[in-house]
């Protein structure tokens, strides 16, 4: 009769090997959810001490930061315990595996609605939908509260149907086809959709910045025909004003279209490893390698970062904390 040890690994095909293996694992992904920790911690603390960060943008941001930064504290919690020596698929950890596991797909699924959200109100604010967005920012509540209902509902759902177990580092579905199907396919469909609302963006952006400079360059040239008259200088004057500021303003815009470009982008980079294993494991049923094993794990705990990095620095938030440090 076989030991639980051996049917746990022929399960859990994430799983280390051996002991030493776990506790490798283990040490690496806690150095990578701390950074995590700090990375959603800088947003969280940018929101709280500056007025210039708290826009309707940066509240739903600030909603991504706090599921990043609880996430990296479980991802802490299971990995101090596999360090300590209570490993976290001992029998007598199973609650504790349960909770860990469920906690792990609510906020995993739940930072992939917070993008979503995040990059559809983006959409439609610079896109010029001017009643949707009215009817968008109204609806600040609502928004707050879907990413929270749908990722605990699907978690529960998955603790009933499916349950959670020891993968490692933490407690997660334990079969590589349910966590491909529950969480990566629809990540991906997310991934693709934000890409497809970035680019439209961006072309239409740079397609309305383009009718402009056409149209300022046809009706507004400061340097033509002579006035004899002080006001009508002035007038055309202020014009040209107006014109170079709305100008700046939307190449502003598309500068800022085209870094959120790179948002889905980064996404792509950072789940292309844990999606690939996921589909060699599922196909295989043969473990990959133990570095590619914990390279996975840490493309995943790393969210955190990766969100900071991405929704959290930026000239705003530098130049704010450069005026308080400094």
């Known amino acids: 009769m076989r030991s639980s040890p051996e049917i746990y690994q022929r399960e859990a095909l994430a799983a280390p090997a051996d002991e030493s293996q776990m506790a490798l694992q283990s040490i690496v992904i806690l150095i990578v959810s701390v950074l995590s920790v700090l990375g959603a911690g800088w947003i969280i603390l940018s929101f709280i001490c500056f007025k210039a960060l708290r826009s309707f943008r940066h509240q739903l941001i600030l909603g991504l930061a706090l599921s990043d930064f609880l996430m990296a504290l479980n991802f802490l919690?299971?990995?101090?315990?596999?360090?300590?020596?209570?490993?976290?698929?001992?029998?007598?950890?199973?609650?504790?595996?349960?909770?860990?596991?469920?906690?792990?797909?609510?906020?995993?699924?739940?930072?992939?609605?917070?993008?979503?959200?995040?990059?559809?109100?983006?959409?439609?604010?610079?896109?010029?939908?001017?009643?949707?967005?009215?009817?968008?920012?109204?609806?600040?509540?609502?928004?707050?509260?879907?990413?929270?209902?749908?990722?605990?509902?699907?978690?529960?759902?998955?603790?009933?149907?499916?349950?959670?177990?020891?993968?490692?580092?933490?407690?997660?579905?334990?079969?590589?086809?349910?966590?491909?199907?529950?969480?990566?396919?629809?990540?991906?469909?997310?991934?693709?959709?934000?890409?497809?609302?970035?680019?439209?963006?961006?072309?239409?952006?740079?397609?309305?910045?383009?009718?402009?400079?056409?149209?300022?360059?046809?009706?507004?040239?400061?340097?033509?025909?002579?006035?004899?008259?002080?006001?009508?200088?002035?007038?055309?004057?202020?014009a040209w004003r107006y014109y170079e500021s709305d100008a700046a303003g939307r190449r502003k815009l598309q500068r800022i279209a085209k870094l959120m470009l790179m948002y889905p982008i980064v996404y792509m980079i950072v789940w292309t490893l844990p999606t690939a294993i996921r589909i060699y494991q599922t196909i295989t049923h043969t473990p990959s390698p133990f570095a590619l094993q914990t390279l996975d794990k840490a493309c995943i705990v790393s969210q955190g970062l990766v969100d900071a990095v991405i929704y959290g620095i930026n000239e705003v938030s530098l130049s704010q904390w450069r005026e308080l440090v400094f």
């Open 77 to 238: 919690s299971s990995t101090a315990m596999n360090i300590s020596g209570k490993e976290i698929g001992a029998r007598e950890q199973k609650t504790f595996c349960s909770f860990n596991g469920f906690t792990t797909q609510v906020f995993v699924i739940q930072t992939d609605y917070w993008v979503l959200t995040i990059a559809m109100c983006t959409y439609v604010i610079l896109a010029g939908h001017k009643s949707l967005s009215s009817w968008v920012q109204d609806q600040r509540i609502l928004l707050s509260c879907l990413p929270w209902a749908l990722s605990l509902l699907w978690a529960g759902i998955g603790l009933k149907l499916a349950g959670y177990g020891d993968i490692g580092a933490w407690c997660w579905f334990t079969s590589d086809k349910v966590r491909l199907l529950a969480n990566f396919v629809p990540r991906w469909v997310i991934i693709i959709i934000i890409l497809a609302m970035y680019a439209r963006l961006y072309w239409i952006l740079r397609k309305s910045h383009k009718s402009f400079i056409s149209l300022g360059n046809s009706t507004s040239d400061p340097a033509s025909g002579h006035r004899t008259t002080q006001g009508p200088m002035r007038s055309n004057h202020d």
